[in-house]
T-cell receptor, first 111, second 111 residues
Framework: EAGVTQFPSHSVIEKGQTVTLRCDPI?????LYWYRRVMGKEIKFLLH????????ESGMPNNRFLAERTGGTYSTLKVQPAELEDSGVYFC?????????FGPGTRLTVL | GQNIDQPTEMTATEGAIVQINCTYQ??????LFWYQQHAGEAPTFLSY????GLEEKGRFSSFLSRSKGYSYLLLKELQMKDSASYLC????????????FGPGTRLSVLP
């Protein structure tokens, strides 16, 4: 069975540009999560989808971040416009039970 | 507030036993999770405790005391491949919701 996949694996953009990250969860998993790890800090929760609905978006840092999960399958996380402090590794995870399966992450560098 | 503490680094010898401690203070509690993360890879699930006591899973065991806000991960018969970061995470609200991660403990296993 395929695991959680994320695209791209790396992205380098300039401050002010837009970037869209994609996550494909394990098929059949209703729960999808986005997390971010800034260099040297712990993994921070961003938001949680149940199917296509946002269950909890309390971790989203500001309105430059927009997450969608149309149709309840894959999800996108758009950052517009990107700022220097947005650099980090963005992880996606999915679950059906209590165990979360993480994707490999997208390393975002904003210059 | 939300706070999870773990030692930053630990070193142990191949074949030995190591215990990684985690203390937490969260607004709610609905399970404590341990993840292993090798450098540049996604976190992978190791264990889950929601009731007090010890959960054993092969060479890995995890213990929880909810009254003390304390958990530990015990790794036996250490192997070189166990060198990784170990993340303690607490699910602080209802099913499937916000995970709060600790900073991780970087374990180095020496020959």
């Amino acid at each position: 069975e395929a695991g959680v996949t994320q695209f791209p694996s790396h992205s380098v953009i300039e401050k002010g540009q837009t970037v869209t990250l994609r996550c494909d969860p394990i098929s059949g998993h209703d729960n999808l999560y986005w997390y971010r790890r800034v260099m040297g800090k712990e993994i921070k929760f961003l938001l949680h989808f149940v199917k296509e609905s946002k269950q909890d978006e309390s971790g989203m840092p500001n309105n430059r971040f927009l997450a969608e999960r149309t149709g309840g399958t894959y999800s996108t996380l758009k950052v517009q416009p990107a700022e220097l402090e947005d650099s980090g590794v963005y992880f996606c995870a999915s679950s059906q039970g209590h165990e979360q399966f993480f994707g490999p992450g997208t390393r975002l560098t904003v210059l | 507030g939300q706070n999870i503490d773990q030692p930053t680094e630990m070193t142990a010898t191949e074949g030995a036993i190591v215990q990684i401690n985690c203390t937490y203070q969260t607004s709610g509690f609905n399970g404590l999770f341990w993840y292993q993360q090798h450098a540049g890879e996604a976190p992978t699930f190791l264990s889950y405790n929601v009731l007090d006591g010890l959960e054993e899973k092969g060479r890995f065991s995890s213990f929880l005391s909810r009254s003390k806000g304390y958990s530990y991960l015990l790794l036996k018969e250490l192997q070189m491949k166990d060198s990784a970061s170990y993340l303690c995470a607490v699910r602080d609200r209802g099913y499937g919701q916000n995970f709060v991660f600790g900073p991780g403990t970087r374990l180095s296993v020496l020959p």
